[in-house]
């Protein structure tokens, strides 16, 4: 089956970025991904006229993006540019250039379909149904509101960090208190007025490259393993004014690139993390999430679509699917992974929620089972860059570790470590002891399919006891013989006893 390349560049106020995307039948991965600083919006605020250097920026990078697409050999380009060119009183004149320098056509987004493909970006990452969605860019920044998997409303507002920093900044490197205090002011006053947070938001999700930078300061902090790799990445809204404390009002470049962000958004950075702390506030989200996944996503899925039908499957469904088409045959994972998840789900406390322990009993299941990351023997470095580093939308961060230390501690070699190992400190009280049954409850469903030559077994479960039955019978039958009963080793304190049945 051949494959189709897809490039697509997104013109944004602060940055231009390539994204090369190829797609075979449902599958889709990324080839390469290409950023320029161009900063076409640098020296526009307030007059709105983008400056002749920064068009020759625009256009030195855009001559290095056709050249890169032609060396990848895509089949498809798509570029839109966005608050900065839309703004612009300039902007035919640097259409023109700018389509002349790449050698295709510019779309012009709205603000309200840049929204739209920020949306089904983000909606091909997370399994989003109810929440606030935001996408701070360096001109505007877009609120996505969304309702039973629909976006209700869509709002853009010139809170972008570039236009809040050239606005409000005499020096954009040093700004005055009396500045800040007028900036937060202005901020909170269009939040405010813009009528999105007439209600509370269950979920809260960011977007863009204020975001971006956002978490990785937090994942540098803490020394998190997905260093650089902020998707599905969460901090708690309550922990939000200490991060922007730690990162101050004046960010020099010298400090940006210690926190783990990039030198050239040190003078910018503040000012837009200034208006996601204020988003934080008014949605009364618990937490924060960041998300990947945004408009260039969108833009894809919307060419995607086109080809391949839609379906009803979740993100992280499609996902599974994806992995076991990659790695290993769907039908060789089924038996281990459906048995652990019956397993798992008398098991775990209700508290955690029956569609994590869905994810989490499933991602386990098959990614233990996936032939490529198992031969001859577990393949740990494998695993382990597949969970910190690939590209596995529906997943979050925390579940990736949980299922990476599982799979980790379900060899007896490691087990037997007295040292523990150092992701554990990343792991809350709660999902340690999630930890502490997962595990063991992988090490049953190996044994109850391995002893059922690959198949898997009936099983009964009732509190404090498992029943493991060959596959095809149930607990009626007359002729099922107890052959022995063991105790699953669990140090979560309530014993479970596990009884093999035999014909």
């Given at each position: 089956m051949s494959f189709e390349k897809i490039a697509l560049i997104d013109i944004g106020s602060n940055s231009m970025r390539l994204e090369i995307v190829a797609m075979r039948g449902e599958d889709f991965w990324t080839v390469a991904r290409y950023k320029s600083s161009a900063r076409i919006a640098a020296g526009m605020y307030p007059s709105l006229e983008i400056l002749p250097e920064a068009i020759e920026r625009a256009e030195r990078s855009l001559r290095d993006f056709a050249g890169r697409i032609s060396f990848h050999r895509t089949d498809v380009i798509r570029c839109v540019a966005t608050s900065a060119v839309r703004d612009a009183k300039n902007r035919e004149v640097v259409l023109e250039r700018l389509m002349k320098a790449l050698g295709t056509r510019i779309e012009l987004l709205e603000g309200e379909r840049e929204g739209w493909y920020s949306f089904q970006g983000v909606k091909n990452g997370f399994d989003l149904h109810d929440g606030l969605i935001f996408d701070i860019g360096g001109g505007s920044a877009e609120l996505i509101d969304v309702e039973e998997d629909r976006p209700r409303?869509?709002?853009t507002l010139p809170l972008g960090a570039v236009r809040l920093s050239e606005s409000f900044f005499s020096n954009r490197s040093r700004p005055t208190a009396a500045e800040w205090k007028k900036l937060e002011r202005h901020v909170?006053?269009?939040?405010?007025?813009?009528?999105m947070f007439d209600r509370s938001y269950p979920t809260l999700t960011g977007v863009g490259g204020t975001a971006r930078g956002l978490a990785r300061i937090s994942q540098k902090l803490r020394n998190f393993p997905f260093y650089p790799d902020i998707h599905h990445y969460e901090i708690l809204s309550r922990d939000i004014p200490n991060l922007c404390k730690k990162i101050g009002r004046n960010l020099t470049p010298e400090k940006a690139r210690m926190l783990g962000v990039a030198a050239d958004r040190a003078d910018i950075l503040p000012a837009g993390i200034a208006v996601i702390a204020a988003i934080v506030r008014l949605s009364k989200a618990p937490s924060l999430?960041?998300?990947?996944?945004?408009l260039r996503q969108g833009l894809f899925m919307e060419h995607f679509h086109q080809n391949i039908e839609q379906t009803e499957e979740t993100v992280f469904?499609?996902?599974?699917?994806?992995?076991?088409?990659?790695?290993?045959?769907p039908r060789d994972v089924r038996p281990l992974r459906d048995t652990y998840a019956t397993i798992v789900s008398g098991l775990l406390p209700p508290s955690v929620g029956?569609?994590?322990?869905?994810?989490?009993?499933?991602?386990i299941g098959t990614l233990d089972h996936l032939p490529v990351l198992h031969t001859p023997s577990p393949n740990q470095r494998a695993l382990w860059d597949l969970l910190l580093h690939g590209e596995l939308p529906g997943l979050s961060q925390k579940d990736r570790l949980i299922s990476g230390l599982v799979l980790y501690l379900?060899?007896?070699?490691?087990?037997?470590?007295?040292?523990p190992h150092p992701y554990l400190r990343h792991l809350s009280k709660s999902d340690q002891k999630i930890l502490s049954i997962l595990t063991p409850a992988l090490l049953l469903a190996r044994k109850a399919v391995i002893l059922h030559s690959g198949e898997a077994p009936t099983l009964s479960l009732r509190p404090s006891l498992i029943r493991i039955l060959p596959?095809?019978?149930?607990?009626?039958m007359p002729d099922l013989h107890l052959e022995k009963t063991e105790s699953?080793?669990?140090?979560?304190?309530?014993?479970v006893s596990v009884q093999w049945f035999t014909l």
């Open positions: 409303r869509i709002l909170v006053e269009s939040l405010e007025n813009s009528a999430t960041f998300s990947h996944y945004g469904a499609e996902t599974l699917h994806r992995l076991c088409r990659r790695y290993g045959r029956p569609q994590r322990i869905q994810i989490l009993a499933e991602t379900s060899e007896e070699r490691n087990r037997a470590k007295k040292k596959p095809g019978t149930d607990e009626s699953l080793d669990m140090s979560t304190g309530t014993p």
